[in-house]
């Protein structure tokens, strides 16, 4: 199975934010620039987190981004089911149905895999995501705001 690059991304900015110390929030810039991808797919999946509350937003002077208690406590499993959405490994219906589908087995078997494949990560939690080494590394790769 192969997550997207909407759910890679949002898993690894609520890493990051699960890192945040202090009152010194990084923006979404900021994490777009941390994590060396596009601004506007950072903003993405920073308003679907946030939708999802599991991010919070503050603008202006002080503003940035804050993981919510709900986002550290959150299953990656749940996650990935959310942000992946409804949907089989295999497309068998779709404009060019499969000429097997009515007495194929491939479809059940992957579908079994899907499942224990969220079931392997129901539960960890996004807190435990960046128990060390993953979270001081995560430190490390923050950049630092200019006064």
Same mark, same amino acid.
């Given at each position: ?11 690894? !900015? ?18 777009? &620039?941390?994590?060396? !991808? @596009? $601004?506007?797919?950072? %903003? ?10 599991? !991010?919070? *937003? ?9 993981? #919510? @208690?709900?986002?550290? %406590? ?9 942000? &992946?959405?409804?949907?089989? !490994? ?8 499969? @000429? ?17 494949? $969220?079931? *392997?990560?129901? @539960?960890? #939690? ?7 080494? *993953? ?8 950049? *630092?705001?200019?006064?």
């Amino acid at each position: 199975m192969r997550l997207t690059r909407f759910t890679d991304l949002a898993l690894r !900015v609520l890493m990051r934010l699960a890192v945040t110390k202090g009152e010194d929030l990084p923006t979404t810039r900021e994490v777009a &620039e941390t994590m060396q !991808v @596009p $601004y506007t797919h950072t %903003a993405k999946a920073v308003a679907r987190l946030k939708h999802l509350g599991l !991010v919070e *937003t503050r603008r202006g002077r002080g503003g940035g981004l804050t993981l #919510t @208690p709900a986002g550290r %406590a959150a299953s990656v499993g749940t996650l990935v089911r959310e942000l &992946e959405g409804p949907g089989d !490994v295999v497309e068998c219906e779709g404009d060019t149905p499969c @000429p097997l589908r009515s007495a194929c087995r491939l479809r059940g078997a992957l579908r079994r895999a899907q499942e224990a494949f $969220y079931a *392997t990560l129901d @539960p960890v #939690t996004v807190a435990e995501l960046v128990d060390s080494p *993953t979270g001081p590394l995560l430190l490390g790769l923050s950049p *630092t705001r200019s006064a």
